[in-house]
């Protein structure tokens, strides 16, 4: 299991996230939904330290991380253990699409360069572009860079994988073989948090729904519950305002 205990992150006098605790199954895939401008890119870069929030720790296995307080060792005993996939693929534009897949192999988990190629390579395969290899990201559609950030992340076997919006930054008939690949990771067993508004997706892979707001969690459940039974209204009022865009009151 891993345990996510009161996160709480504030920029300037604006309270985001406010003492979070979530405990994860190993193998579930974890959907965070809510409002824009509600933390939930925040709540995950704070689960990896790419934002220090004032209180809140993380135990994956035998690892516990203050992540208010954690040296450098246990920063990179964390990034070993998890891995995030950012909306706009965040490749280096310089290294191609091999490269990037290696980087953290040779950076981070320290490994020989023939072993990282390797293993990237194979990634690349997995994720059905290991014939781009060699090119660089500018090479690339939006779904292809996608893929690749899905392999580097995978490569480094996480514990635990963040994806914040993987697919909202791509053009729509691309977004279908993203999310593709994520289901084909949710099958390998790879435990996730993610953040996403294709809600039939969520619907599809997620295993548990948590609805974030004012700093909570303010709805937890498996998806059937939370979709078609949310206990709380604020929730209700968010999928019925999500329904009307797909489903317009207006024509012209
Ligand atoms: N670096 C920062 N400095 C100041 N305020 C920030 C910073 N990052 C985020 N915020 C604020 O924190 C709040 C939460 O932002 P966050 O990006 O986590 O929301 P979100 O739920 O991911 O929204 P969206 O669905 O639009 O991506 C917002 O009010 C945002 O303006
Ligand atoms: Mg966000």
Redesign the pocket.
Known sequence: MIEVKNISKK??N?V?LNGIDLNINKGDVVAII??????????L?CLNRL?KPENGSITIDDLNVDLAHSDKKSLVELRKKTSMVFQGFNLFSKKTALENVMEGLIVVKKMDKKKAEEIAREQLKNVGLLEWANHYPAHLSGGQQQRVAIARALAMEPELLLL??PTSALDPELVGEVLDTIKKAANEGYTMLL?S?EMNFVKNVATRVIF?ENGKIIEDGPPKEVFNHPKSDRVREFFAKINRMVEPEYSI
């Open positions: 920029f300037n604006n985001v809510g409002p824009s401008g509600t933390g939930k890119s925040t709540f870069r934002e914040d919006e953040v508004h974030l």
